[in-house]
């Protein structure tokens, strides 16, 4: 007769909950440099299948989980340099205010991996306040919601910006086409630093290898991308302003000295903003002002100077001024 109590040779399964073995997974991460599946699943008692499922929760549950080719095959998974275990993060009202305020201005998200992302976020904030604080932050957030502005629809791009979210998170070298206005496409060996939002558009910003040089990519015009297994290492020192320079927007070309004539009848909308790092205002007798700044980027300049007719003049640089009343004339109706 079998004695079915005698215990099998080897090491006994844990008997656990997945929450106290994922806490386990995560511990040996954080205190080791990286570990295998099979490393995983021996120290925890449990299969190969069992151990992809929790390194799945753990990315799910934002950990920022990358993986690493061995050279005997095997993978090893870390958590990205740097990362240390944070502590909860509470919210005043009054924060939560300003990040619901934040969120109503980014609805061109909208159908992106990004907005899904604020979805979530927001609904574990909420799922601790009262339905009627909910319902408050939510009015406040619909009232700085601007229309009427040109939204851009991103949904038909959702997996391939899945893809470039995943190579900004864990520094991951990409292969992409791009598709310039009017030009053919481009295929660019691409290390992905940073995403820009501007006027209501995402732009991918870092180092093109076979340009060797900085590039801004309007996300629009990306037609695919290909996440390599190389990684990379963003330079230090590195700033967003190194992709566009002195430019007025995001077009960095050769700056030159801009001088404006702005008339009395919308100079205070001048005057309550700054346009420029480099602008210098004066102020005219008759009410009006002029602004004087270096820039680059004259399609962009251009383009916010018409926004003010009839009340501007340019009077610098003279190839400015030459363009800037070109358009208008050609915008005239012929007779």
Aim: charged share 30%; proline share 5%; net charge negative.
């Amino acid at each position: 007769m079998v004695d079915k109590t005698k215990k099998k040779p080897g090491k006994p399964a844990k008997k656990y909950s997945q929450a106290a073995r994922l806490h386990d997974v995560i511990r040996i991460l954080e205190v080791r440099y990286g570990a295998t599946v099979d490393e995983l699943a021996e120290e925890c008692g449990v299969t190969r299948r069992t151990i992809y499922r929790d390194l799945d929760a753990i990315r799910d549950a934002g950990y920022p989980l990358i993986s690493d080719p061995e050279a005997d095959g095997c993978t090893l998974y870390s958590f990205i340099t740097g990362y240390k275990k944070l502590p909860p993060i509470t919210f005043s009202l009054e924060e939560l205010m300003t990040l619901s305020l934040c969120r109503g201005q980014l609805g061109f998200l909208a159908g992106t991996p990004f907005q899904d992302d604020l979805d979530a976020i927001f609904s574990r904030i909420h799922s601790s306040l009262p339905p009627r604080s909910v319902a408050h932050l939510e009015r406040i957030a619909e009232t700085a919601s601007p229309k009427f502005q040109g939204e851009r629809d991103y949904a038909a791009q959702k997996e391939l910006l899945k893809e470039l979210r995943r190579a900004l998170l864990y520094q991951y070298r990409l292969d992409l086409s791009y598709t310039p206005a009017r030009r053919a496409t481009e295929t660019y060996r691409f290390d992905p630093y940073t995403l820009l939002f501007y006027e209501g558009a995402l732009y991918l910003g870092g180092y093109a290898h076979n340009r060797d040089a900085l590039r801004l990519f309007l996300v629009d015009r990306i037609e695919e991308v290909t996440v390599l297994d190389d990684r990379f290492e963003v330079p230090e020192g590195f700033s967003a302003t190194d992709l566009t320079g002195s430019a007025f927007g995001l077009i960095d070309e050769d700056h030159q000295t801009i001088k404006v004539r702005f008339g009395a009848e919308i100079s205070h909308l001048i005057r309550e903003r700054i346009w420029h790092p480099s602008q210098a205002v004066v102020e005219e007798e008759d009410g009006s002002l002029t602004l004087t700044f270096e820039a680059s980027g004259e399609k962009e300049i251009l383009a916010w100077l018409y926004s003010y007719l009839p009340h501007v003049q340019v009077l610098e640089p003279e190839s400015m001024r030459s363009v800037f009343y070109q358009g208008l004339r050609g915008g005239l109706l012929k007779e």
